[in-house]
Nanobody, 117 residues
C-alpha cells in the first residue's frame, strides 16, 4: 500500500510559477511510474506528466509540454512538478499518481492550483 500527499498548490498570477510536491509513504519502493493528473471544474481528469523510474522516460500532455518538468527523488518517495508560464487554463485540482509493479494505482487527495490576476 502506498499513501500520497500533495503540497505546493495555491493562487498564482498568469505567467507565474509553482512547484508541486508529492510525498509517498508505505511501500513506495515498489512504485514504477510516478506522475500528475489534473481536473478542472466540469472536465474530466487528464494526464499532466508521468515519469517511469525504470528508464526515466517522461510523458507530458501537449497542453503543458515546454512549460512543466516532472522530477523525482532516487528513493521514489517524492516527486515534483515544476510549472512555469502558468495560464488561467491551468487552473485545476492537481492529483499525485503512482503505479506499482503489480500493478496497483494510487492517488493523492489533490491540491488546488488557481491561475488568476
Amino acid at each position: 500500500q502506498v499513501e500520497l500527499v500533495e503540497s505546493g498548490g495555491g493562487l498564482v498570477q498568469p505567467g507565474g510559477s509553482l512547484r508541486l510536491s508529492c510525498a509517498a509513504s508505505g511501500s513506495f519502493y515498489m512504485i514504477r511510474i510516478m506522475g500528475w493528473y489534473r481536473q478542472a471544474p466540469g472536465k474530466q481528469r487528464e494526464l499532466v506528466a508521468l515519469i517511469n523510474s525504470d528508464d526515466e522516460r517522461t510523458n507530458y500532455a501537449n497542453s503543458v509540454k515546454d512549460r512543466v518538468t516532472i522530477s523525482r527523488t532516487m528513493a521514489k518517495n517524492a516527486w515534483f512538478l515544476q510549472m512555469n508560464s502558468l495560464k488561467p487554463e491551468d487552473t485545476a485540482v492537481y492529483y499525485c499518481y503512482a503505479e506499482d509493479r503489480i500493478p496497483n494505482t494510487y492517488w493523492g487527495q489533490g491540491t488546488q492550483v488557481a491561475v488568476s490576476s
